[in-house]
């Protein structure tokens, strides 16, 4: 899929500015890009970077993968996160999890790249009431920041 980069960027930024000036208006009201908003602009932003073919929309357990066939799950943040939802079950050893922040400017920065299983290793211990683990913030890129560049997909730029 090509995308041109330079636009995306700028209404990402806008949808920011947007939702900032909704928050000034409305006081204690969220209006950052959450839930399946923020998931598509992220599998859309690091599948350009990496190379990736994303999966049909609703594929459970794999949203995209390379072109040798490796399985990738794609998550994307915001900086107000407080962590990632991961599997209910532990998933397969060769899935790589790539999560990407979304930043206010519209640009993204990759905060972790690697072997989903290991993040899944790091959860919770208890599921939420949606029968998902979650893997804080900081327990999250502590590990990315130990993961073996071997383990992790290349950009493609």
Known sequence: MLMNRAKITELIQKLFDIAGELEKELPGRGFLPAGQQLGNLGEVLIADRFGLELAPPMTKTIDAHTRDGTRVQLKAVTDKAAGVNVSSKRPDED???????????????????????????????????????????????????????????????
């Open 95 to 157: 899935i790589i999890m790539i999560v990407a922040m979304i930043l206010r400017d519209g640009t993204f920065e990759i905060i972790f790249n690697g072997p989903e299983c290991l993040a899944w290793d790091i959860s919770q211990s208890k599921a939420k009431s949606n029968g998902r683990k979650f893997v804080s913030m900081g327990p999250l890129l502590r590990l990315a920041r130990k993961i073996p560049e071997e383990l992790q997909l290349h950009p493609i730029q």
